[in-house]
């Protein structure tokens, strides 16, 4: 009898172990206030890449792969690793608690994570840019988060104003949506100079993803998306400040600071300002080769933590002051010839934002979030002779519900939006209005097999009061082909509402002036995506090769003509061809201990059609080359980075109508930018000083005309390359974690 009873224990444990079987419970931490959760703890099967993260909540949902040991392998930022026997726990409701690290001091690390990287679980092919890559450089603001990264490129728009915009996929930054904590922001009236508003030392981290994306976040996604993670009132350093100054007269400060009102309560207030007042004209054409900025930006958020419920809530507030143009300039002077040309833009910003969410308990991974945020932005602006004042007030609202179908493996997403946009522009003696309102619905499906194959399905309708109806399907599928080689692909429609003035605001300061031959049509695109990624092991260290190819292809686009006249920007509608191919090619490694290297390189083919002939899109480089070199110390007491761009040549915009000693040739040469920076850290504190373009190549002659700026024939706007030659910078942060 006893051993009939042990051979069916036998056979009964066999049996469990030859089948696949889901384990659900959370991940928390010790604290003298209870049990806090862990949110984005990761939870992996042992001896596997089969994982998953934890929730807002510290819960998770795993199935476990067959064959396989029932064990998971549970870990977290600065807590002890911790492996869990679900034979002795069982399977259901494990609780799992983490201790952390107490004496971080006595800490030997002998390893490091990684700066950036590609999450093999998302079914996206998403960039993640942390805060370790974020300190690889001075990073004072958004704009300049990007040094080490392939897929966006960062330049100025023009020679005057100091205005940057990103491009991915070699198409212009207003065809990428730009989200902060998942939220659509940098819209409209911020497109310019938006990309400043975000200081460096705010963010916890940064993704990036190539394509469209998930309809849960709307219609916009055409060439990529960008999110921006701030810091949270119930994480990370509890005190921070930064100090930074360069050679050319910019300083700037950040204080981050949180509180931990009481087991619910947290809240951490932000603020950073920033001074530019130096005048430089290195290149003597009279005109500053850099705007002075002035800059205060404040941020406060809040976080409530209830039994089910969760919300966060925050306001921002932004000032500055931007002027531009000739040496001579004085802004206390009437605006005139006699004056010079003068650019001065000051600008008020006020966001206010509110999430909540409430975690179904009786059915995990089942919840329902509710997302609001308001944004009102006044601007008011000189450039040269011209006027430009203008307000924007948008509000977004997106209400969603996630649950799953028969088991976890099938997950839906539903849910319903609604945008709202005013704008009210005064260029000079001419009134825009315009109201767009944008109600919409949305349904997302999520098939995992847990094993090898993640889909994306979905679909959203939106009901625009200008443009129509805009049906929008996007799908993503990742394969992984066994644990060295991941194939990705995705196929989506992207839209978005045109705003031609403040979206090339940076051609005001020329001598042209806007004629609007048709009314602008919204811009719609198909995207294609494919993406492998192999990861292999040489000298015991794992190196990561990643190569993409994406299509855009556009059904509808704006053109802004500067091509055909000297003193005319035509604006019309695509009639004919417009896309964008764009393929790279990018490896990750530890070349020795303690040295990552990454090498990329992408080539882009863009055309678009203007004055009806295709041609090649203008200031879009062919090609760029990226290394990257990061050396830290074994104990951390030093971190070494180099950073090297080899960027293509460009189409020029047709001067052939120019006079002579005006006319621009018809490519841009290619050239090569060096940024290095040194970093010491001693406990709390961390010193740094680094260099940007270390080989000081600068674009000469940036402006055509700078003797005659209110002549017919003054362009500050082709702008290839570096302008300002090489900077020098230092800084010191202080931590109190």
């Known amino acids: 009898m006893k051993t009939k009873i042990l051979f069916t224990a036998i056979t009964i444990l066999a049996w469990m172990a030859a089948v696949s079987q889901t384990v659900t419970g959370g991940v928390f931490e010790h604290s003298q206030k209870g049990h806090n959760p862990l949110p984005g703890a990761t939870v992996q099967q042992l001896n596997t890449t089969n994982g998953t993260t934890a929730g807002e909540d510290g819960h998770f949902t795993l199935e476990l792969e067959k064959h396989k040991p029932h064990k998971l392998v549970v870990s977290y930022v600065s807590y002890e690793n911790d492996t869990i026997d679900l034979y002795s726990t069982g399977f259901d409701h494990v609780h799992i608690m983490l201790e952390g690290h107490h004496n971080l001091d006595e800490v030997e690390v002998n390893e490091r994570g990684a700066g950036s990287h590609i999450s093999r679980a998302d079914t996206r092919q998403v960039y993640t840019i942390n805060e370790n890559e974020l300190q690889k450089a001075a990073c004072c603001n958004l704009s300049e988060s990007f040094e080490t ?157 209830g039994k089910n419920l969760r919300s966060r809530l925050g306001v921002k507030f932004l000032s500055e002051t931007r002027q531009g143009g000739q040496m001579s300039y004085d802004p206390h002077k009437p605006n005139t010839t006699e004056n010079g040309y003068g650019i001065e833009v000051n600008t008020n910003r006020y966001e206010g934002f509110w999430k909540v969410g409430y975690i179904f308990p009786e059915r995990h991974e089942t919840s329902f979030g509710f997302q609001n945020e308001v944004i009102y932005h006044e601007q008011k602006s000189i450039f040269g002779l011209n006027d430009y004042n203008a307000t924007q007030f948008s509000y977004y609202g997106n209400l969603m519900f996630q649950s799953w179908f028969s088991d976890p493996r099938h997950k839906y997403t539903i849910g319903v939006s609604y945008n709202y946009d005013n704008y009210d522009e005064n260029l000079n003696d001419s009134i825009f209005t315009r109201m767009e309102s944008v109600p919409g619905v949305m349904a997302q499906y999520t098939f995992s097999n847990k094993e090898n194959l993640n889909i994306i399905a979905g679909v959203r309708v939106d009901e625009h009061n200008l443009y129509g109806t805009l049906f929008t399907p996007r799908l993503h599928a990742k394969y992984d082909i066994n644990e060295h080689n991941t194939l990705r692909a995705s196929a989506g429609r992207g839209y978005r509402s045109p705003n031609v003035i403040v979206e090339n605001m940076t051609l005001l300061a020329s001598s042209r002036t806007f004629n609007i031959l048709e009314t602008p049509e919204i811009e719609s695109s198909w995207n294609y995506g494919l993406s492998y990624t192999h990861y292999f092991h040489i000298n015991e260290r794992e190196m990561t090769l990643t190569a993409d190819f994406f299509r855009t292809n556009f059904e509808s686009q704006v053109i802004i003509d500067q091509e055909e006249n000297a003193n005319m920007i035509y604006v019309y509608n695509l009639d004919g061809k417009s896309y964008s191919n764009s393929f790279q090619i990018e490896a990750a490694y530890e070349l020795i201990k303690n040295l990552d290297v990454t090498l990329a390189f992408r080539y882009n083919d863009v055309m678009t059609t203007i004055d009806g002939e295709l041609v090649e899109k203008p200031l879009v480089s062919k090609y760029k080359g990226l290394l990257a070199l990061s050396y830290q110390t074994t104990k951390r ?22 006079p002579v000693e005006y006319q621009l040739g018809d490519y841009s040469p290619d050239y090569m930018i060096v940024n290095s920076q040194i970093t010491r850290y001693l406990g709390k504190f961390e010193i740094y000083i680094g260099g940007e373009n270390l080989g000081n190549y600068k674009q000469k002659d940036p402006i055509i005309a700078p003797n005659d700026p209110f002549g017919e024939y003054f362009d500050s706007s082709i702008v290839w390359g570096p302008i300002t030659g090489t900077k020098v910078y230092a800084g010191i942060r202080f931590k109190v974690e």
């Open 149 to 305: 990264s392939a897929d966006v490129d960062v330049s100025y728009t023009d020679a005057v104003t100091g205005a940057k915009q990103i491009q991915m996929l070699g198409l212009a930054g207003i065809y990428t949506q730009m989200l902060t904590e998942n939220m659509p922001n940098m819209r409209g009236l911020s497109t310019p100079w938006g990309l400043s508003y975000i200081p460096g030392s705010w963010m916890q981290s940064i993704q990036v993803s190539k394509g469209t994306s998930s309809v849960i976040n709307g219609y916009e996604s055409m060439a990529g998306q960008i999110n921006v993670e701030y810091k949270k009132a119930d994480q990370g350093e509890k005190f921070f400040i930064n100090a930074y100054g360069n050679q050319k007269g910019k300083i700037e400060g950040n204080m981050n600071t949180r509180f931990q009102i009481n087991d619910k309560v947290s809240t951490a207030i932000l603020a950073h300002v920033e001074s530019m007042n130096v005048k430089h004209d290195d290149n003597g054409d009279s005109f500053l080769d850099m705007p002075l900025v002035n800059q205060i930006n404040l941020f406060n958020r809040w976080r409530f933590v």
């Open 637 to 658: 007491t030093w971190q070494f980075d180099v950073n090297v761009q080899a960027i293509g040549n460009q189409r020029l915009p047709n001067t052939s109508y120019y």
